[in-house]
């Protein structure tokens, strides 16, 4: 659908549509009042004038019909173009009748001319128009030298006007054509880069849970293969030494549940981000209500709204919650952990906090999932602080960058 100032190449647009049909019509309406009885006979006793208004009245005629044809744009056929330069001679011989309706089809082909040849094919037109008003003045009995030339100038400068006016319509169609490829462009790089983000995402969460399982394998593996060789001994000691052999199977039994107690951790801390369609401290509460027990109360508690994160921080957010309630269940003892989300436009805080024993200040210094953290978290710009109170609690706050 065609704008009101754009130009789609085959047809003009509608301000210059309706400005030529109206100037047609008011031309045609001249025309027609000069018929009449009372002003035909004067007309019919100069040749002249009378020529060069049946010569107009015609040219009329051509340039509306010529008008369906005129191409708008400069990559036209020539067979096109030849239409625009007939245009510009029907508009010249129009203005050999001195209506002023006239003249805005004179600018429109100055117009026209100036889309389809440029600026070089535009250029020589209100001259051109300018020369001939001058001519019709000088050949008109009832107009002075004077009338003739200000008639010239004026022609020329609304020519002028029209060409500065119609430079102005190609520029704003240059820059709608410009701003709506640049938005498609955007559209489609907006969505290039959501499937990215959505392809990151699942690559972080993929990478995660592997370094988890394999995490998982060392764990669990190691309490099966300490089972494995107590039921070894028992069966070993069975006979000769049946004491040592139920004292192995005990061993073994504890072990055990051991295992058992670290795969269920493991499950819940494998959990993917984007957990039943949440994201953000959603995903992370839900989180946190998974490791919730008979034995544990967990807590969890948000100040301020979730800011717009990056894929990889928010990962960072949800991992650094996982490590630290997984080494509560299995180092801390306690009986309470406080989970405070702390959300900033610039960054995000995780605390967690529980009433356990406390840490070993040895195994917080070697610890590898602590030193994990602090590596993955130095990465992305971000600090962990550790609160290690022996006897009375361990809490460890992370500040993420948004």
């Known amino acids: 659908m065609r704008g009101w100032t754009e130009f789609d190449g085959d047809r003009a647009p509608v301000a210059l549509e309706i400005t030529f049909w109206g100037a047609a019509l008011l031309s045609a309406l001249v025309y027609l009042a000069t018929l009449h009885p009372d002003i035909r006979p004067g007309l019919a006793a100069q040749p002249l004038i009378s020529a060069l208004f049946w010569i107009g009245a015609a040219a009329l005629l051509a340039a509306c019909v010529l008008w369906f044809f005129l191409p708008w744009r400069a990559s036209a056929p020539a067979g096109r173009k030849a239409v625009t330069v007939l245009f510009l001679g029907a508009s010249l011989l129009m203005m050999s009748a001195g209506s002023i309706t006239t003249l805005l089809i004179s600018c429109l082909a100055v117009g026209n001319a100036l889309v389809v040849f440029g600026m070089r094919g535009a250029a020589l037109y209100p001259v051109l128009t300018g020369l001939l008003h001058f001519g019709a003045g000088l050949v008109n009995p009832a107009q002075t030298l004077f009338m003739a030339v200000v008639n010239g100038l004026l022609a020329?400068?609304?020519?002028?006007v029209i060409v500065l006016v119609m430079m102005a319509l190609l520029e704003a169609h240059r820059q709608a054509v410009r701003t709506r490829r640049?938005?498609?462009e955007l559209e489609?790089?907006?969505t290039a880069l959501r499937r990215h983000a959505?392809?990151?995402?699942?690559?972080?969460?993929a990478d995660e849970r592997a370094r988890m399982a394999r995490d998982m394998h060392d764990s669990v593996g190691h309490h099966l293969t300490v089972i494995n060789m107590s039921l070894a001994n028992a069966l070993r000691f069975r006979t000769a030494r049946p004491a040592s052999a139920w004292d192995e199977v005990r061993q073994a039994q504890e072990l055990t549940l051991d295992a058992l107690n670290d795969t269920r951790r493991w499950v819940r801390a494998l959990k993917p981000l984007r957990?039943?369609?949440?994201?953000?401290?959603?995903?992370m509460e839900l989180l946190a209500?998974?490791?919730?027990?008979?034995d544990l109360e967990v807590a969890f508690t948000v100040d301020g709204e979730w800011p717009a994160v990056a894929e990889g921080h928010e990962l960072v957010c949800y991992r650094i919650l996982q490590e630290g309630l997984t080494n509560v269940l299995r180092h801390a003892r306690a009986r309470r952990v406080?989970?405070?989300?702390g959300c900033a436009p610039q960054e995000i805080t995780v605390t967690i906090a529980d009433d356990g024993d406390g840490a070993d200040p040895e195994r917080v210094a070697e610890g590898f999932g602590l030193r994990g953290l602090e590596e993955r978290l130095a990465g992305i710009g971000g600090v962990l602080q550790i609160d290690n109170r022996p006897g009375d609690g361990f809490a460890l706050t992370a500040t993420v960058p948004a």
Do not use: K
């Open 198 to 205: 959505e392809q990151s995402r699942d690559l972080a969460v």
């Open 275 to 283: 957990m039943e369609g949440r994201t953000g401290a959603a995903a």
């Open 156 to 160: 020329m400068f609304l020519c002028l």
């Open 338 to 341: 406080e989970v405070a989300l």
């Open 182 to 184: 640049l938005l498609v």
């Open 188 to 190: 489609e790089a907006h």
């Open 289 to 294: 209500a998974s490791f919730r027990s008979a």
